[in-house]
């Protein structure tokens, strides 16, 4: 048994930060912006907003679109790189309020996450240890970055998506799937803030120095106890990972399937900067036309990138029956991962909307 992605559905804030916005706050410009990174504007989580209520509605359209109800999922996968919380997993409350059964569990892989749950899910349902499942990607990374720094602050988004998975024989849906990581890249892209190094600081538990937070300016950034919480980068070796891990995932995937790059119909990238995208086409020989890019209009993602662009894919009709689909992504850790599917036209498909690039 394999597995194939039955219904895709989506969450995403209702303010629209565009960078003629950003241009109040920083000292940069809407062209600046759009030429570097390819991101017009992103979507900002409001205050009843959040990577709960986000992942819900997700799962619920994921759900509608593919005529099923909770109790129809027997396991939920959730990656995220910015939950809500750190106890207990939001894959549990998404089952409580769902009422879907069987095991919920978490995972951060940053933003190669919803390729590692797809794994995950992959095998459970070829195990037989589940019938169905719901793998979801959400992020709230806006609420982690540093308003003054220019360099991140513009990169990011926030949103969410769900994939519906369910069993299928083996030679159809998600054919092959990788993996990767290399741990000596972990500082390249970091954030220390929510973990329990910082919630010891704010109690005084951390070199014996009493931490607190320092006075809380709105969309400022601050330190706690010596400790940066917000999201750090070094892009241009992050660029040159990137680059690198997209061409020879896709050459994997591929010469395991004994295919070449040029037989894939579409290629959904992790939607990190445009320039990644158009950098790893032309080196692969590939037309940019079949890399489907919403970065545009979302910004960087995460975790929820992939497949709020798959989603966005299969709703415009970008995809057909038996096209061969590869998704990419790469991420903190370092990690990456890759997923080739041949797709089944089963997802509902929805109004048009303006934007993206797709076929």
């Known amino acids: 048994m394999s597995a194939a992605i039955v219904s895709l559905g989506r969450g995403i804030p209702r303010h629209i930060l565009h960078n003629r916005q950003l241009e109040e706050l920083l000292d940069t410009t809407h062209l600046w912006i759009k030429e570097r990174t390819g991101i017009a504007e992103r979507r900002v989580a409001g205050p009843d907003e959040d990577n709960l209520s986000?992942?819900?509605?997700?799962?619920?359209q994921a759900l509608r679109r593919a005529g099923m109800k909770g109790g129809d999922i027997g396991l939920i996968v959730v990656a995220s790189a910015t939950p809500d919380r750190l106890v207990p997993a939001m894959a549990c409350t998404i089952q409580?309020?769902?009422?879907?059964?069987?095991p919920a569990l978490d995972l951060n892989a940053?933003?190669?996450?919803?390729?590692?749950?797809?794994a995950v899910a992959k095998g459970f349902l070829a195990e037989g240890l589940a019938e169905r499942a719901l793998v979801v990607g959400t992020e709230t990374l806006t609420?982690?970055?540093?308003?003054?720094?220019?360099?991140?602050?513009?990169?990011f988004g926030d949103?969410?998506?769900?994939?519906?998975?369910?069993?299928?024989?083996?030679?159809?849906?998600?054919?092959?799937?990788?993996?990767?990581?290399?741990?000596?890249?972990?500082?390249?892209?970091?954030?220390?803030g929510g973990g329990a190094r910082m919630m010891a600081s704010l109690r005084g538990g951390l070199a014996g120095e009493a931490g607190a937070f320092a006075e809380a300016i709105p969309f400022l950034g601050m330190e706690c106890d010596g400790i940066y919480p917000f999201v750090r980068m070094q892009g241009r070796k992050v660029f040159r990972f990137a680059v690198e891990t997209m061409c020879a995932t896709l050459r994997e995937l591929c010469a395991a399937e004994s295919l070449s790059p040029r037989e894939v119909d579409l290629v959904v990238p992790h939607q990190a900067n445009s320039r990644i995208v158009e950098a790893a086409a032309e080196r692969m020989g590939l037309?940019?036309?079949?890399?489907?890019?919403?970065?545009?209009?979302?910004?960087?993602?995460?975790?929820?990138?992939i497949p709020l662009a798959l989603e966005e894919a299969a709703r415009r009709n970008a995809l057909r029956e038996g096209d061969l689909v590869a998704l990419l992504g790469f991420g903190a850790g370092l990690t990456w991962g890759g997923a080739l599917l041949r797709?089944?036209?089963?997802?509902?498909?929805?109004?048009?909307e303006e934007g993206g690039r797709g076929r």
């Open 54 to 60: 986000l992942s819900l509605e997700a799962c619920r």
């Open 96 to 102: 409580g309020e769902l009422g879907a059964r069987g």
């Open 110 to 118: 940053g933003c190669s996450g919803f390729l590692y749950a797809l």
């Open 143 to 155: 609420r982690i970055v540093d308003w003054r720094d220019r360099a991140t602050c513009v990169l």
């Open 159 to 192: 949103g969410a998506a769900a994939a519906l998975l369910a069993g299928c024989p083996e030679g159809e849906g998600i054919l092959r799937v990788v993996l990767g990581a290399e741990g000596r890249g972990d500082g390249l892209i970091h954030a220390a």
């Open 287 to 305: 037309p940019l036309q079949r890399f489907y890019l919403n970065i545009e209009r979302y910004g960087n993602t995460s975790s929820a990138s």
């Open 343 to 352: 797709w089944a036209d089963g997802c509902d498909g929805g109004d048009p």
